[in-house]
Nanobody
Framework: QLQLVESGGGLVEPGGSLRLSCTIS????????IGWFRQAPGKEREGISC????????YYAHSLKGRFTISRDNTKKTVYLQMNSLQPEDTAVYYC???????????????????WGQGTQVTVSS
């Protein structure tokens, strides 16, 4: 029932920053956690971060090393991913996804999230 649309991707030089947005629409009586994932060419999709709407909890992949920050604006129904100090290894298609058990599923990989956006390309290159 939910629709998710990512935006904000693009080309950035190493060391630069981008802010991705995920807008959520659709009627539901449930509160959904929103996660960010990325998939580089030839690699498996990996969970990056997650934020809850019911408890205010956040999750970050250990590999991020403090470079990424997830936030939300409930009035705009938007979740953001601020990405700083980007490196070529961060090049990937970035997806947002929604699930009522998003935090728990993220610890298990998160491939079974219920709803997914179409993705936005992030390319880090000089």
């Amino acid at each position: 029932q939910l629709q998710l649309v990512e935006s904000g991707g693009g080309l950035v030089e190493p060391g630069g920053s981008l802010r991705l947005s995920c807008t959520i629409s659709g009627f539901t009586l449930d509160l959904y956690d929103i996660g960010w994932f990325r998939q580089a060419p030839g690699k498996e999709r990996e969970g990056i971060s997650c934020i809850t709407y019911d408890a205010g909890r956040t999750y970050y992949a250990h590999s991020l090393k403090g470079r990424f920050t997830i936030s939300r604006d409930n009035t705009k129904k938007t979740v953001y991913l601020q990405m700083n100090s980007l490196q070529p290894e961060d090049t990937a298609v970035y997806y947002c996804a929604a699930d009522r058990q998003g935090i728990a599923k993220m610890f298990r990989g998160g491939d079974d999230y219920a709803y997914w956006g179409q993705g936005t390309q992030v390319t880090v290159s000089s």
